[in-house]
């Protein structure tokens, strides 16, 4: 194994910032975050008899079986919120597929060998549209199931149905935020554009060279 | 009943014609899916709607409301004209073999003496022909056209299987299937059991539908044996003691009978009341009528019954009618009645044509009611929307309202369809201000007699006189009253064959009514119910189920007459003495003495060769196939229609209803005719409810909450009504709206042709109580009754149908 | 019957069974004989009665089964179906007690999230055990009978206990007690088997062919059998299933699907710690945030918004 001695700079020497979230973005982020981790703990505890004592982290069985769904439904808005904004840096282009293709080169962290971007990657806006999609179908199979108000409306096989969709669903939704959140972690730098809203040049530069672009020039996708 | 509950397990073949067992008995219907389960028995149904009975039929056949005498008539004619009759049996045990006067006929349905004008029958030409010997005339070959058989085949014969078809609706394969059945128990180890009950009584001709069945069973030597008889299925839990109490207006306890205005002396009385055998050494037990009604009145009253004054038969009321219910509102109505007491009684709810019993209520001065519960008839004056659509303001009766308590609240005793006295005692205490019946009665009967103490008034004898020796007056105890019942001696009991021999000592119980004499040395308030109580103690109380699997249970309750378990039970041996069926062994000559597993019906040393015939009470020692002049509308049965009938009577298309039944002048005018009323209603009881009551009752209410009327796939369809919508249904007398139960239990009946449709109509709701308010079919029923015994018609009327778009309007 | 003491079998989300305390249990069965029952409710009365529950008055709808489903307070319903037979031209009224089948594998007790909610004894009753429930209704999802009613009241779970706590003690169900035809018949499942042949027998002497017992194999055999004149076709009985089994979606959601799925996830945050571990972090160079700056500069004039700090 090669000792790899990490290179400190010389010099410390002025940092570009740039701008990539609002306030209200970033609320809107973390609201999102927190009820989704929260659904997934509450979710889980139903799921596995192995995690029913997470049930304890909301006041017992019975509460948290009442307040799954009503996070789900704060989740369901607040994406929402999310995708209003987000939705069109989202969009699929020909860059992302040439991204994909090169997958590998995306786990092994060689970004120069790939295509510039803009602000978005394939991997996020696959955690975009993936949630965007999972979201809107766990929220339907979820009030399907959701017995205190919605019991009966459907047959019970429908119900059945619904909730295998919902804890399948529920299972690929916690996987791609796995996922998400490792992104966020692994690539260092990228958990301040949500905390405090920018990220180094240097971590556009390397990530986002289009998107960085264009901020430079002062041009703004719309929406963004 | 002739047999008991129990063992109706024994039968081979129960029909249930007539009623609905499963319904409205269905813990004494366990005894039919015993005898289903364990000795594999059919049972057959036949009734106009698929019932709950029906449901656990090995087969059912539907029959118009009204018509089974002639679906009966039918299955007699099928008897003897396939000779499926059990031979030695109709011969010795029934009146096949006596010859009729002569004079007798019967044409155009109506016997002979019919008096249009008096709508009854002059009965004379109605008997035997009676030799010089003072007996009956016989013919041992049945083949004289005037004995009892030949008769009865020429009057049965029009009742072919097209016939009853045509008459009734009964798909003619159904009914030779049921006929079929029934014949398979002709012969002497197959046996029937016939349950029924309002089906067959609430009809203008009631008594005879019975009399029809009685007929088969007779010529299917199936009264008398275990597992057979003709058995009434009680209605209240104690309606068996209050007919055996008297509670008629015609009657006193024991099945004695008041007196009329044509006996206004004792001599008189007795003189219809003697009994003498019709055939030589007969039984003829009603010959000791005078001990039981000299026991009655020296119970009643003591001391001041002395056979100087006849056992103080003055003091007896003498009727110049029977005031029955339909009599008694009738009077109501004509303004002739100050005041009412109604003591556990609903009439509103429960007699025919409430309009009419609104109107009469409304002309009392007063009501007293007597109930636990808050009856609509005590609430006849309130206005209650479409439920009781009444001018409350133009009301003066003043109502007075005694709560009592219920019968799980009381001591005493029941006594059951198969004539069981079982005591019981009370769960709980009587709720807030009720009180016990017998306090109450005893309250107004120490003040009646108080007021004839000080006033005098015309005849104050009878009530001055009245034994009322009760340790607290105030307040009989039951223990008292059953002791009372039983009776006891007035002097020491000598036994009569050894004249120095105390049997029964001056003060005791008596243990029989063998022991009741005429001298006014005995008093008995109840003959049958004689050892019920005797000096052994309370014979009712009595826990011991161990019977040996007969199914009799002789040591548990007790059981009238002499603890007896199944009538006519000597019936059950051939005339030799020897059982029909050894398998059911019940009563049998045991070479010096009858033995068996009841007790005999008979005197334990009548030889066989004595030829005494077993229906002991009978004056003939034999069963009637005949009735001689016992019914007032003929000798035989034969068919009427109902008085609202769809159809004319096919066999005598002149007639409307029974010729013979009771109907005022007024309720005539309120028939309706089947062009405006083309529907034929019954009503009927449901499992759910009992009566009036259980609406009161939470569960009940929940287990069927809602009135409502049943009505074929095919009627729906025809009238646009749908299923669960509201209907309103109406006779010539009332309306009523109803929830609509379309159903394939009830199918459309060709009857003479044309398509019948039935519309059924439960009992059980009113505008008192838990569950929600509804109608009832009173609103709707006719004003006609029985002509024997003046039970109305509550079981075939017209009506006519339509769809509603909503409910009546509290 | 013996006194049974109630041991447990299984409890619902649980992996550990508990251990039998008191002495052998014998498998227990109620035999609810359909070709003898009258549909007199008075099963439905005494469970209303002996279980103290308060269930709402109604309406009738054109039927004579009310309340009409059962519901948190009827743990037991008699439904009536009206059956034209195709074979005899006859028209027949069949009438069956529903209610909970006590399945010997409960889908209920596999669905049910909540350790204990559910539970089965021994003697193979299976109980609801309020306390533990939480009211989320996976036991109706896992029933294939549609037994379990949710309470709006308390958002538990509800449905017949086969008297568990009169069975305890030595007494049948109340319903079997009140039973005036003896249509409900309770003992040991060995018994009731026993009883049910001989019905049987009686019932193919008058002619159903197809009489059987009800005791569907697909969910291990039930401890509430029926004796059935059709046996062939349950269906006509107010939708008795055919074959019931659990519901294979439901066997997918709360079969060994939750273990992998868990698994999956744990294997995927422990990915991800691998990845991390041999890939290292993915860092922003210095020279990224040279080029970057570089940019700034350039695009100063058109009004940056990136600026050094
Ligand atoms: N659950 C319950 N049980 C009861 C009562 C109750 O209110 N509720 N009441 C008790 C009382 S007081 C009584 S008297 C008994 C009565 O007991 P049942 O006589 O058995 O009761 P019903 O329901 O009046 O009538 C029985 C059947 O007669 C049928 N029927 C109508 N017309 C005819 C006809 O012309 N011919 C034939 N063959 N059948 C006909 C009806 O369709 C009905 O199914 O029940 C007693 N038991
Ligand atoms: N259309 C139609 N009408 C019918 C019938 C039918 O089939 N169709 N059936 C008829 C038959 S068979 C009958 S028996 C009658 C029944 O007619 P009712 O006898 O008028 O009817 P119930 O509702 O039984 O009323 C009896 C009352 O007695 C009260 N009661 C109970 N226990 C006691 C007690 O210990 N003391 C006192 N004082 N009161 C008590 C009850 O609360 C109840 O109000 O209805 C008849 N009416
Ligand atoms: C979006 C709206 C959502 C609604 C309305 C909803 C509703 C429900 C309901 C009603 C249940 C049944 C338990 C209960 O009643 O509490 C449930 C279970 C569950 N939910 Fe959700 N939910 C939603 C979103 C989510 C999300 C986002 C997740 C996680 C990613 C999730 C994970 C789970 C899990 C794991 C279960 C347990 C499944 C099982 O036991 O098989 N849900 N949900
Ligand atoms: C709790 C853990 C989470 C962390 C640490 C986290 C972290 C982050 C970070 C660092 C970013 C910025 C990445 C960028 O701008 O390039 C981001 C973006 C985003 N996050 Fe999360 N996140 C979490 C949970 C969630 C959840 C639960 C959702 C949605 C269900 C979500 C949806 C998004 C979306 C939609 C974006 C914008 C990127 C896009 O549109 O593709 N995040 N997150
Ligand atoms: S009165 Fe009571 S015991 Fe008699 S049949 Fe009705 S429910 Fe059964
Ligand atoms: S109590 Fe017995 S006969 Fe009555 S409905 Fe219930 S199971 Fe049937
Ligand atoms: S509702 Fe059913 S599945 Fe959910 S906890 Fe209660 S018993 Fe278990
Ligand atoms: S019938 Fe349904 S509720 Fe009853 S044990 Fe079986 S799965 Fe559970
Ligand atoms: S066994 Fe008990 S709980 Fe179940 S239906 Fe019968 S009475 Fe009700
Ligand atoms: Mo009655």
């Known amino acids: ?224 | ?810 | 019957m013996a006194n049974q003491s109630l041991n447990l079998l299984r409890r619902s989300a649980s992996t550990d069974t508990p251990p039998v305390t008191g002495g052998q249990t014998i498998e227990v069965a109620k035999l609810i004989d359909v070709s003898k029952c009258i549909g007199c409710k008075a099963c439905q009365s005494a469970c209303l009665e002996w279980n103290n529950l308060r269930e709402e008055v109604g309406v009738n709808v054109g039927v004579y089964d009310n309340p009409h489903d059962l519901t948190p307070n009827s743990w037991t319903l008699m439904r009536f179906a009206e059956w034209d037979n195709p074979d005899t031209g006859n028209f027949e009224w069949l009438i069956r007690k529903d209610g909970c089948m006590h399945c010997q594998d409960p889908g209920c007790l596999k669905a049910c999230p909540a350790p204990g909610a559910i539970v089965q004894y021994t003697n193979g009753i299976v109980d609801f055990v309020h306390e533990n429930c939480i009211g989320c209704a996976y036991c109706v999802k896992g029933c294939p009978f549609n037994i379990p009613r949710i309470s709006k009241v308390d958002h538990k779970a509800y449905k017949c206990s086969l008297c568990s706590d009169r069975v305890a003690v030595g007494q049948g169900p109340a319903c079997a007690k009140a039973c005036p035809t003896a249509a409900i018949m309770f003992g040991t499942k060995e018994d009731m088997k026993k009883q049910a042949e001989k019905r049987i027998v009686d019932l193919k002497s008058r002619g159903y062919a197809n009489a059987g017992l009800y005791d569907p194999a697909g969910v291990g055999g039930t401890h509430v059998m029926y004796v059935l004149h059709h046996n062939d076709k349950p269906e006509i009985y107010a939708g008795l299933p055919h074959e019931p089994k659990i519901s294979p979606l439901v066997a997918a959601w709360k079969g060994t699907g939750k273990v992998l799925a868990l698994g999956a996830l744990a294997f995927a945050a422990l990915g991800a710690f691998f990845h991390h571990t041999v890939v290292g972090p993915n860092k922003v160079s210095e020279h990224d945030e040279e080029n970057a700056a570089e940019l700034a500069e350039e695009g100063k004039s058109s009004k940056t918004e990136a600026r050094p700090v």
């Not at chain 2, 008594?207 to 299917?220: E, G, T």
């Open chain 1, 1 to 224: 194994m090669a000792i790899d001695i990490e290179h400190q700079p010389p010099v410390v020497r002025a940092r570009t910032f740039v701008d990539r979230y609002s306030a209200f973005a970033r609320v809107n982020h973390w609201i999102t975050a927190i009820t989704f981790s929260l659904l997934t703990l509450s979710g889980l505890a139903l799921f596995h008899p192995s995690l029913y004592f997470l049930t304890a982290l909301f006041g017992g069985g019975a509460l948290t079986r009442a307040i799954h769904p009503w996070l789900g439904v704060i989740l369901l808005i607040s994406f929402f919120g999310m995708f209003l904004q987000f939705w069109r840096m989202n969009l699929w282009n020909r860059d992302d597929t040439q991204w994909m293709k090169q997958i590998g080169d995306v786990v092994k962290g060689d970004e120069e060998r790939l295509p510039e971007l803009d602000k978005y990657n394939a991997g996020q806006k696959g955690v975009f549209w993936g949630q965007a999609l999972m979201i809107l179908v766990l929220f339907t199979t979820g009030l399907v199931i959701w017995d205190q108000y919605f019991g009966g409306y459907v047959t019970i096989e429908t119900n059945r149905l619904a909730a295998l969709i919902h804890a399948v669903m529920a299972f690929f939704a916690i996987m791609l935020i796995i996922v998400h959140i490792y992104a966020g972690i692994w690539v260092r730098g990228s958990v301040a554009s949500m905390t405090r809203g920018k990220v180094t040049g240097g971590w556009a530069w390397r990530h986002h060279r289009k998107w960085l672009r264009r901020t430079v020039k002062g041009e703004r996708a719309p929406g963004e």
């Open chain 2, 1 to 810: 009943m002739t047999n008991s509950w129990a063992d109706i397990g024994w039968t081979d073949l129960a029909i249930i014609m007539g009623g609905n067992a499963a319904e409205a008995h269905p813990c004494g219907f366990k005894w039919v899916v015993e005898a289903k389960a364990n000795r594999g028995a059919k049972l057959i149904v036949v009734d106009p709607r698929y019932t709950r009975s029906a449901s656990v039929a090995d087969f059912y056949c539907p029959i118009r409301p009204g018509t089974d005498i002639a679906f009966l008539g039918g299955v007699i004619n099928y008897l003897l004209s396939n000779d499926k009759i059990q031979h030695d049996y109709v011969k010795n045990y029934t009146n096949a073999a006596y010859l009729v006067n002569p004079a007798y006929g019967f044409s155009d349905g109506l016997f002979t003496g019919y008096d249009e004008a008096k709508r009854d029958y002059d009965k004379s030409s109605w008997d035997y022909q009676v030799g010089e010997d003072g007996f009956a005339k016989l013919d041992d070959t049945l083949q004289d056209p005037n004995c009892v058989f030949q008769l009865m085949k020429k009057h049965f014969a029009i009742y072919t299987p097209e016939m009853v078809e045509r008459i009734c609706g009964s798909p003619k394969d159904k009914f030779l299937k049921v006929a079929e059945m029934i014949a398979s128990c002709s012969t002497p180890t197959k046996t029937m059991t016939s349950m029924y009950a309002l089906g067959w009584t609430q009809h203008s001709k009631g008594s005879q539908n019975i009399r029809a069945m009685a007929m088969v069973q007779l010529l299917l030597g199936n009264i008398g044996v275990r597992g057979g008889g003709m058995n009434a299925l009680r209605g209240h839990s104690n309606i068996q003691g209050l007919t055996d109490l008297g509670l008629m207006s015609n009657l006193i306890p024991g099945y004695l009978t008041l007196p009329t205005e044509k006996e206004p002396d004792f001599n008189a009385y007795m003189s219809s009341r003697g009994f003498k055998p019709l055939r030589p050494g007969q039984m003829s037990y009603w010959q000791n009528y005078k001990k039981f009604f000299v026991s009655f009145q020296k119970s009643m009253w003591g001391e001041a019954a002395t056979a100087e004054n006849n056992w103080a038969y003055d003091y007896l009321p003498k009727l110049d009618v029977t005031y029955d219910m339909l009599r008694v509102f009738d009077l109501m109505v004509q303004g002739k009645m100050t005041g009412y007491f109604c003591q556990g009684f609903n009439p509103l709810m429960t007699l025919s044509n409430r309009g009419k019993l609104t109107e009469g209520l409304s002309k009392l001065k007063w009501l007293v009611t007597m109930d636990p519960l808050d009856t609509e008839t005590s609430r006849f004056w309130e206005n209650h929307g479409e439920f009781n659509d009444v001018k409350t303001g133009d009301i003066q009766t003043e109502v007075f309202q005694l709560p009592t308590s219920c019968f799980a609240e009381d001591e005493g005793s029941l006594v059951n369809s198969g004539r069981w006295l079982q005591w019981h005692y009370p769960g709980q205490e009587p709720p807030g201000e009720a009180k016990l019946d017998t306090w109450i009665m005893a309250q107004i009967g120490q003040k009646l007699k108080a007021l004839y103490q000080k006033e005098g008034g015309a005849f104050p004898d009878p009530i001055l006189n009245l034994t009322w020796n009760y340790a607290d007056p105030n307040n009989p105890t039951p223990q008292e009253l059953a002791k009372e019942m039983n009776g006891s001696a007035l002097a020491d009991q000598m036994d009569p064959k050894d004249a120095t021999k105390v049997v029964v000592e001056k003060g005791k119980q008596l243990s029989g009514f063998a022991q009741l004499k005429d001298d006014g040395s005995t008093q008995a308030f109840c003959w049958i119910y004689t050892g019920c109580w005797t000096e052994a103690g309370n014979q009712m109380a009595r826990r011991d189920k161990e019977d040996g699997g007969t199914g009799l249970a002789p040591k548990w309750a007790w059981s009238w007459p002499a603890n007896r378990r199944i009538l006519y039970n000597r019936a059950s041996s051939d005339v030799a003495g020897k059982p029909w069926d050894d398998s059911r062994k019940l009563v049998y000559w045991a070479g010096d003495k009858w033995a068996g597993i009841d007790v005999p019906d008979y005197g334990a040393a009548f030889k066989p060769e004595q030829t005494v015939g077993p229906f002991i009470m009978n004056p003939e020692g034999v069963a009637r196939l005949f009735t001689r002049k016992m019914m007032r509308d003929g000798p035989f049965p034969t068919h009427y229609e109902p008085f609202e009938a769809p159809v004319a009577n096919a066999v005598a298309p002149k007639i409307r209803g029974n010729p013979a039944a009771r109907i005022f002048k007024g309720d005539f005018a309120a028939l309706g005719s089947s062009d405006k009323y083309p529907y034929v209603a019954t009503s009927y009881r449901l499992t759910e409810h009992f009566h009036q009551w259980t609406k009161h009752v939470w569960v009940n209410a929940v287990l069927q909450p809602e009135f409502f009327v049943e009505i074929s796939e095919e009627l729906a369809k025809e009238k646009g009504i749908t299923k669960g919508g509201w209907v309103r249904v109406w006779s010539n007398r009332g309306s009523v709206k109803a929830k609509a139960v379309v159903t394939k239990r009830i199918k459309p009946l060709m009857v003479d042709g044309k398509p019948t449709h039935i519309v059924g109509i439960p009992q059980h709701w009113g505008f008192m109580g838990a569950a929600k308010k509804g109608m009832n079919p009173n609103s709707l029923t006719p004003f006609v009754g029985d002509a024997n015994i003046e039970t109305p018609e509550y079981k075939a009327f017209l009506v006519n149908i339509e769809a509603i778009a909503s409910g009546p309007v509290a």
